[in-house]
Each structure stands twice: as C-alpha cells, then as structure tokens.
C-alpha cells in the first residue's frame, strides 16, 4: 500500500492561483490555504487541499494532482465521510473539478452563478 503524500504549503498555494482562487468544485471564492480564508468564504469554510489521483492509485505530491476545495465539498468528495478504498474514488482525474483550471469556461459559468447566487446581497 502506497503511503498517503501530504501537500506542501506551496504546493496548495500553486494549485489554489491555477484555480483562480476559486474551490476547484463548487467555484466559491477561496482567499487562503487552510484557516486563512475562513474570514472571506461565503460559508466561513476552511479550504483544503484535496488529492485528485490518491496515492494508493499512484498519485503523487505535485501541484497538478492537487485541488484546493471548502471543507463542504472535500467531505463530498470523500462520500460524505463514507470514503471506500476502491479504485474509482482513488482515481480522480482533473476534469472531475470544474474549477481545476479556474480560466476554463465551465469554471468561470459556474463562477459567474455562484456569486450571482451567493453574492447578489453583498
């Protein structure tokens, strides 16, 4: 069994400007790594970093097999807290994120209904 690779702190910071500093799967404006953009969040959630490829299936420490996502959407992505080790959650590939390239349309559609939703009474 493969050891899990942690993310460097610079590495989080790489994968989260990629993504224009938008949760790589719900697109919420995401200002820091960790606690650090709790303050800014819609929600008040904490960002984290989230391997796509698990390094059970091969996946490795790097700034391409990292998103940055809210604690909400990394839950999701665990299944709810009921993660399996099986092959099909373990390997992610990068489209599986609509924010993983945050100049992609589909990112910047489901930027533009986030805040629209979310921001419209700021």
Not at 20 to 32: D, E, K, L
Not at 38 to 60: L, S, W, Y
């Amino acid at each position: 069994m493969a050891e899990r690779i942690e993310f460097t702190l610079k590495v989080k910071w790489e994968a989260l400007i990629r993504q224009n500093f938008r949760c790589a799967s719900c697109a919420a404006v995401i200002h820091g790594v960790g606690e650090s953009g709790t303050r800014d969040h819609a929600f008040g959630e904490r960002a984290e970093a989230h391997h796509v490829r698990h390094a059970m299936a091969n996946g490795d420490g790097d700034a391409g097999n990292c998103v940055v996502v809210c604690h909400s959407c990394h839950y999701s992505a665990h299944g709810g807290g009921h993660f399996q080790d099986n092959t099909e959650q373990m390997q992610g590939k990068p489209s599986d994120y609509p924010c993983y390239d945050g100049d992609s349309r589909a990112c910047k559609k489901l930027a533009k209904d986030f805040d629209k939703r979310f921001h419209s009474g700021r």
